[in-house]
């Protein structure tokens, strides 16, 4: 058994230590944005009411939130990593309530770390294969390695579009960092360090912390 839920900010790589966690050890990745995606593609009652939330960029409310994200976990049975969820103090009580999860996992990143990682992002607009334009440049500037499409830096990843982001993340995310502490579940990872690392601190203290990978 493996109930688990990967936290950090936005550019602290919970996504791809989530993604890791799938190939190396079997554990479904659950994203709540996927999950949406996929209901509103494949037009599910709850797909349809949160099309108008998710197409305008706006939260989609907890209770539909929680009732996704439960039906997600029956299906996945026991072996988990939700990312992305709790974002909120409400959603974390109601998860403990009612899907206990064993462990959450925090990647800790500073706020001035988080946005130099962000602020170095590039996507290619055709494909969506993802640079960094000091570690992973493409070949030649502004061109997708992949698909000869533009790189270019997202929409999203302007800088106001970060700073709003990280104060969200901190004004919602702090109290479910702070619950989970209370309640022994909570661990800690440097997320400072290459993806190798990350990931084998994250086994570790996952085993140290009794979970079976
Ligand atoms: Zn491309």
């Known amino acids: 058994m493996a109930r688990l839920a990967f936290m950090g900010i936005q ?4 996504g791809t230590q989530a993604d890791l966690m799938q190939h190396k050890h ?15 593609r494949r037009g599910t009652d709850i797909g349809e009411q949160a099309r108008d939330y998710v197409e305008n960029g706006l939260l989609v409310p907890d209770n539909l939130v929680l009732h996704l994200v439960e039906k997600a976990l029956a299906a996945a049975g026991d072996r988990y990593v939700l ?10 009580e109601h998860l403990l309530e009612a899907i206990p999860i064993e462990k959450a996992v925090l990647f800790v990143l500073s706020d001035s770390d988080a946005r130099a990682r962000i602020t170095a992002r590039r996507m290619c607009n055709n ?19 992949r ?5 270019i830096c997202r929409d999203d990843d ?8 990280m104060k969200d993340f901190h004004t919602q995310t702090d109290n479910v960092v702070r619950l989970f502490d209370e309640r022994g579940i909570l ?7 290459p993806v190798e690392n990350v ?14 990978l």
Do not use: M, W
């Open 83 to 92: 990312d992305g969820f709790p974002r909120n103090q409400f959603q974390a």
């Open 147 to 151: 698909c000869g499409g533009e790189v």
């Open 11 to 14: 550019g602290s790589g919970k």
């Open 187 to 193: 661990l800690r990872v440097d997320a400072n360090q």
């Open 158 to 165: 302007n800088p106001e579009a970060v700073s709003k982001r």
């Open 127 to 145: 494909c969506g294969a993802t640079y960094h334009i000091q570690f992973h440049p493409p070949k030649v500037d502004g061109v997708c390695d």
């Open 199 to 212: 990931y084998r601190d994250a086994v570790r203290v996952l085993r140290d912390a009794g979970i079976k």
């Open 26 to 40: 079997g554990l479904a990745h659950i994203t709540v944005g996927d999950l949406f995606r996929s209901n509103i």
